[in-house]
């Protein structure tokens, strides 16, 4: 088998900003796995909160020379053995002339709804992302400041009806959030994401919890699970975190069977890191798959997103 690693950029439609800074670009990792006569592709985001960088992550992926089956002991979970897991699994599924989906033994996927994301900015002007998106059935609002409540009041006034859910990125401190919490029911918000650092969100599990909140950066894997008990009612599985998607299968039953809502997310990436994730997202509670919707350009072969939400790829995308 021959792996190969390059590195693409797609340029995004436009600035996205979160509470740790922006972009206008995202760059991301493609892997190719060539062999007996198939070819398999995936891709990952390497993400600097977690320590990764586009050159610590292409030495991990240029570095592995095993099988498939030694992923898990060879790489820790993250976007390299993410990019190798699924490439690996378009491979096995070129290979077979199957869909992923048939050889995991799971119904054909069908479209979920997606949640779109609205950037961090000033607040008129994400009353103005929220007006030219108040069609879509699914906000997720970036927040993560000690001055997030006029940045909401204002989505709120551009899009009055729509669903929201909002991202914190681990911006607020205890105080911050007990401050707001109250008042983020009364303005419709149906959960909160990863309200508080990682680390330091031992708050959550001494207070009433009456909005959902749901746990990003403290929840990579399975071996996350136990210490987000009692403080988390939800947990967002993504591949780059879980290491792919053949982990992001278990940590989903896992989280399920041990009583946790489920949200399926995203780095912000093309239609290629998100296609094998329009499989984790099957019947979950919330599905945020909007990379390729940020980007002003994307693979070949994209995602379709309609009125029903994110499609299944096709194969000639992956899997």
């Known amino acids: 088998m021959k792996i190969s690693v390059t590195r693409d950029v797609f340029r995004l439609a436009q600035v996205f900003t979160i509470s740790r800074g922006s972009r206008t670009e995202a760059q991301v990792l493609t892997v190719t796995v060539e062999g007996f006569g198939a070819r398999g592709q995936g891709e990952c985001v390497p993400y600097a909160r977690y320590g990764e960088t586009l050159e610590s992550v292409t030495d991990q992926i240029t570095g592995f020379d095993g099988a498939w089956p030694d992923l898990p002991d060879a790489l820790p979970a993250g976007a390299a053995r993410n990019a190798l897991d699924c490439a690996f699994w378009d491979h096995a599924a070129k290979r077979a002339g199957k869909r992923v989906w048939d050889l995991l033994g799971v119904p054909v996927p069908q479209p979920e709804i997606t949640a779109y994301t609205l950037s961090l900015d000033t607040p008129e002007a994400m009353e103005a992302q929220a007006r030219k998106n108040a069609a879509r059935p699914l906000l997720k609002i970036k927040l993560g400041t000690p001055d997030d409540m006029p940045r909401l009041e204002a989505v709120r006034r551009g899009a009055p009806d729509v669903p929201i859910i909002i991202d914190a990125n681990e911006g607020w401190t205890a105080d911050v959030y007990a401050d707001l919490a109250p008042h983020l029911m009364g303005l419709g918000v149906q959960m909160v994401e990863q309200p508080l650092p990682a680390g330091q969100d031992d708050m959550l599990g001494e207070i009433a ?82 990379g390729p919707l940020l980007l002003a350009e994307d693979r070949d072969q994209p995602l379709k997103f309609d009125q029903d939400g994110v499609h299944p790829p096709s194969a000639a995308l992956w899997g």
């Open 209 to 290: 919890r009456p909005l959902p909140v749901c746990a990003d950066e403290s929840c990579h894997d399975r071996a996350s699970l136990p210490a987000c008990k009692g403080k988390y009612d939800m947990v967002n599985i993504k591949l780059d975190k879980t290491g792919g998607l053949t982990e992001a299968l278990a940590l989903k039953r896992q989280a399920l069977a041990e009583g946790y809502g489920v949200m399926v997310g995203c780095m912000v990436g093309s239609s290629l890191a998100m296609a094998p994730a329009t499989i984790l997202a099957q019947g979950v509670a919330y599905t945020d798959l909007d």
